[in-house]
């Protein structure tokens, strides 16, 4: 099966919901007008690390999500990426799913909160992995920093994955970590991964771009700019998926009684 996939590598302006807002709604219509089936946005791409607001912006989310849905059904695509989500016990940087053929998104909430930027303080980690069926596969869905934890994306891949979605916000000096740990996540779970980054600064910090589309076998299929905002897209062919993984059958040379 081959299906395009969109990466919308937003500038995101600190706290400012409704510019963010419209230049991702301008991305997501360009990415249907370009046949895309999956569109995907950084890590709390409406206000960015603007935490010490976080109350007052999750208190926008669902708006947000009703927005995303309405274009979700119209265009006829998925839209996935992190934004604030409020719940009775406190606020989560949650990677929401928007498919129209949902009722209701999927979230999966941020396992892996990132304490020098202040994460800890302010919001919940969350306490489940969270994979979404789609017409190209199961995929799991992660955030920004946990990107750096192997052992998530070897269980999402056990528990039958083909592709890993991560929204982030990576900044421009940890890009060769970035580069490395997506290629990494790809080849040792054989699966293809979908990476949106932010790009340029907001706030204090500077944030690298560099968004990519990443095969099973580790090949680059598409990768943005460090320094652009731009809507970056790809062909995926998931029959790429079965041939990878019956020429290396790590799965079932693994030896899991010594690790």
């Given at each position: 099966m081959k299906f395009s996939i969109a990466l919308a590598q937003l500038h995101i302006q600190l706290g400012d919901i409704p510019s963010n807002l419209r230049v991702a709604t301008q991305m997501i219509a360009e990415a249907a007008r370009r046949g895309s089936k999956l569109v995907l946005?950084?890590?709390?791409?409406?206000?960015?690390?603007?935490?010490?607001?976080?109350?007052?912006?999750?208190?926008?989310?669902?708006?947000?999500?009703?927005e995303l849905s309405r274009l979700s059904r119209?265009?006829?695509?998925?839209?996935?990426?992190?934004?604030?989500?409020?719940?009775?016990?406190?606020?989560?940087?949650?990677?929401?799913?928007?498919?129209?053929d949902l009722p209701e998104p999927v979230f999966y909430r941020k396992i892996h909160l990132f304490a020098p930027m202040d994460e800890d303080r302010y919001l919940l980690s969350g306490d489940k992995r969270e994979i979404v069926s789609a017409s190209w596969g199961?995929?799991?869905?992660?955030?920004?920093?946990?990107?750096?934890?192997?052992?998530?994306?070897?269980?999402y891949a056990?528990?039958?994955?083909?592709?890993?979605?991560?929204s982030a916000e990576w900044p421009a000096r940890r890009l060769v970590h970035w580069q490395t740990l997506l290629r990494a996540r790809a080849i040792e779970n054989l699966c293809f991964t979908f990476a949106c980054n932010c790009v340029g600064p907001s706030g204090d910090a500077l944030f690298g771009g560099d968004s990519a589309v990443i095969s099973p076998w580790g090949e680059c299929l598409a990768e943005g700019s460090a320094t652009e905002e731009e809507l970056v897209s790809a062909e995926i062919d998931t029959d790429q998926i079965e041939r990878a993984r019956r020429a290396l059958p790590v799965f079932a040379d693994r030896r899991p009684e010594f690790y």
């Open positions: 946005l950084p890590e709390l791409w409406p206000c960015g690390y603007d935490l010490p607001e976080v109350a007052r912006h999750a208190a926008v989310t669902p708006e947000i999500l009703a119209q265009l006829d695509l998925t839209i996935g990426g992190s934004l604030l989500e409020s719940t009775p016990e406190g606020i989560y940087n949650s990677f929401a799913w928007v498919a129209p199961a995929t799991g869905l992660a955030v920004c920093y946990d990107l750096r934890f192997p052992e998530l994306f070897r269980r056990l528990d039958g994955a083909v592709a890993l979605a991560l």
